[in-house]
C-alpha cells in the first residue's frame, strides 16, 4: 500500500501496485511509486538527497523539488540544525528530511545517499573559512560526495557549477569550480 504518508515505501512489483506507475530507472530497488495528480501532496517517485540545501540556491532547489512531490533529504552539519528548519515547510508533511551529517565521514555520506536515486551537489566556497579552503569547500567535498555516490550506484548526480568555471581563470573560485566539475566527471561521466 503506498501512501503520500510514507513516502520511503518502495514499489514492489513493476506497474500493478494500484494501477500507478514505476517510474524507469535503473535501480528498481530505490524506485518509489508515483501516484497522485502531481504537486506538493504526490509522491514523485524520486527520493533526492541536496547538499547545500540550506544555502541561496540550495535552497530553492528544495523548494522545486517539494513542491513536486520529491521527497528531499537535506544532509546538514552537526552545528547547523536551527539553518535548516524552514526547508521543512518547502514539502508536504515527511516530503524533506533533514539529516545530520559529517563531510569528512564516509560513512556518513553514504547513509545521507541510502535511499535515493538522485544525488545533487549545492555545496561551493566563496572564500577561506577557518574550517575549510575554497579549494577543499569545492574540490575535496564535491569529489567525496561523488566518490559515495558512484559506490551507491546513485542514478542521477547534479553537480552545480558556474557559468565561469575556467581551470585558467584569474580568479581562485572560479578555477575551483572548475576542478571540481572535472573530479566529478571523472568519476561520474554522467555527472550533469
Known sequence: FASATAPMMLARSSQS??????????????????????GRSS???????????????????????????????CPYRFYQEENMRHLKVMGDLGQINIVNFDVHDKESILKTMEHSNVVINCIG?????????????????????????????????????????????????????????AAVRKLIPSAT
Open 17 to 38: 501496485l494500484m494501477g500507478g506507475k514505476l517510474l524507469n530507472t535503473t535501480i528498481s530497488s530505490r524506485s518509489l511509486y508515483a501516484h497522485g495528480p502531481g
Open 43 to 73: 509522491v514523485s517517485g524520486l527520493v533526492t538527497t541536496i547538499f547545500g540545501s540550506s544555502g541561496f540556491l540550495g535552497r530553492a532547489v528544495v523548494n522545486k523539488f517539494g513542491r513536486e512531490g520529491t521527497q528531499v533529504i
Open 125 to 181: 566556497s566563496f572564500s577561506d573559512t577557518s574550517n575549510y579552503s575554497i579549494e577543499d569547500g569545492n574540490v575535496s567535498v564535491s569529489t567525496w560526495i561523488a566518490e559515495c555516490a558512484k559506490e551507491m550506484g546513485i542514478e542521477r548526480f547534479v553537480q552545480m557549477s558556474s557559468a565561469n568555471a575556467d581551470v585558467n581563470s584569474s580568479s581562485r573560485w572560479f578555477r575551483s569550480k572548475a576542478t571540481a566539475d
